[in-house]
């Protein structure tokens, strides 16, 4: 089916691990985001891309790295991942074109640091 | 910057009884607005949207109405059900970025 998927929905992983989520869309949608959703905080912006190989910086990219070599997926990265990193992760794409595109939202991936 | 505040919850209500969450917004130029819900243990879907003054969003009965005046965009519903319950996000999409701008949304549980 087409959309945008999260892999794996669910983590556990030490501090200090590095660990890897993965969001791939079937649209081809030019645009992707990450963001990670916190209690009180709502939804802040990690990181985006406006193309492959075109990322930029969020509201909240520190401990955090992402590529995009192709244009169906981006992956997020955290290098070394710490408790704070504990929280819900939410991939979205949208299109090219008009301001009112929407996004469109991947199930999440809740990654829990111990 | 562009910012959106948004009636912080929870919201308890009945089943059939009227719905209002306010959302606000700052931002230059003419934003597109939407609405999302996010259900338990899902991402956010798209609920509605609207990009231009005086347009009416509206999905499954739920309706929002552009107001540039009062820079609102405040969501309603005539009567809530059960299957409602869930966490609504006002959102805005600055004139020229394809970025977002959530507010921190809203937990609404209807109960029967």
């Known amino acids: 089916d087409a959309g945008i998927t999260q892999s794996p929905r669910y983590k556990i992983t030490e501090t200090g691990r590095q660990v890897t989520l993965m969001c791939h869309q079937t649209?081809?949608?030019?645009?992707m985001f990450w963001y990670r959703q916190d209690l009180g905080h709502g939804l802040r912006l990690i990181y985006y891309?406006?193309?492959?190989?075109?990322?930029d910086k969020g509201e909240v990219p520190d401990g955090y790295v992402v590529s995009r070599s192709k244009t169906e997926n981006f992956p997020l990265t955290l290098e070394s991942a710490t408790r704070s990193q504990t929280s819900v992760y939410f991939c979205?794409?949208?299109?090219?074109?008009?301001?009112?595109?929407?996004?469109?939202f991947g199930d999440g991936t809740r990654l829990s640091i111990l | 910057g562009n910012s959106v505040t948004q009636m912080e919850g929870p919201v308890t209500l009945s089943e059939e009884a009227f719905l209002t969450i306010n959302c606000t917004y700052t931002?230059?130029?003419?934003?597109?607005l939407f609405w999302y819900v996010q259900y338990p243990g899902e991402g956010l879907q798209l609920l509605l949207k609207?990009?231009?003054?005086?347009d009416k969003g509206s999905n499954k009965g739920f309706e929002a109405t552009y107001r540039k005046e009062t820079t609102s965009f405040h969501l309603e519903k005539g009567s809530v059900q059960v299957s409602d319950s869930a966490v609504y996000f006002c959102?805005?999409?600055?004139?020229?970025?394809?970025?977002?701008?959530f507010g921190k949304g809203t937990k609404l549980s209807v109960i029967p």
């Open positions: 931002a230059t130029g003419y934003p597109s």
């Open positions: 649209w081809s949608h030019s645009y």
């Open positions: 959102a805005l999409s600055g004139a020229g970025s394809y970025q977002l701008t």
């Open positions: 891309s406006a193309a492959a190989d075109i990322t």
């Open positions: 609207a990009t231009k003054a005086d």
């Open positions: 979205a794409s949208r299109q090219r074109g008009q301001d009112n595109q929407p996004q469109h």
